[in-house]
């Protein structure tokens, strides 16, 4: 009996290793498209009010996802930038250090004055979002997110 189980992990492992498991191509843009954005706002939890301007997106297709965002936020309050719950942004703070992001030109948080954290989301995804206060009412946002 236990031969008739091995087939379906013998079928899978077979489209793994022969690539007929397409999960799209790989972007990189500072020109996010609207489909782009709604899927960051859903996924990283992003409260729709909020006026955002991307000015980067990257995604890395496969079995896991990975995203990269950057963008400018109508507001200098991060608390209102966020769906709470599960993003609490009282958890974020000051000195953090953004570990990881690619070497993407448009990527590029500061080395220091960002302030952030990193947050377990629903359905096993995780995300560091951290934020520059730009003195004139905006956040400059950079987001890292993905699944595992």
């Given at each position: ?140 946002v950079y987001i890292i997110?993905?699944?595992?």
């Open positions: 009996m236990t031969k008739y189980y091995a087939w379906p992990a013998i079928i899978i492992g077979a489209l793994l290793l022969s690539g007929c498991l397409d999960f799209g191509p790989n972007i990189s843009t500072t020109k996010p498209t609207a489909e782009h954005v709604k899927y960051c706002r859903s996924e990283m939890y992003l409260n729709p009010q909020i006026i955002i301007e991307p000015q980067g997106f990257k995604l890395l297709s496969g079995i896991d996802r990975y995203v990269e965002f950057k963008f400018v936020a109508h507001t200098n309050d991060v608390s209102k930038l966020f769906l709470s719950p599960p993003v609490d942004a009282l958890l974020m703070q000051p000195n953090y250090v953004f570990n990881g992001g690619s070497d993407e030109v448009w990527w590029d948080p500061p080395s220091s004055g960002l302030i952030g954290a990193n947050y377990n989301l629903p359905n096993v995804r995780f995300m560091k979002a951290a934020y520059v206060d730009n003195g004139d009412g905006t956040l400059t997110w993905h699944e595992t």
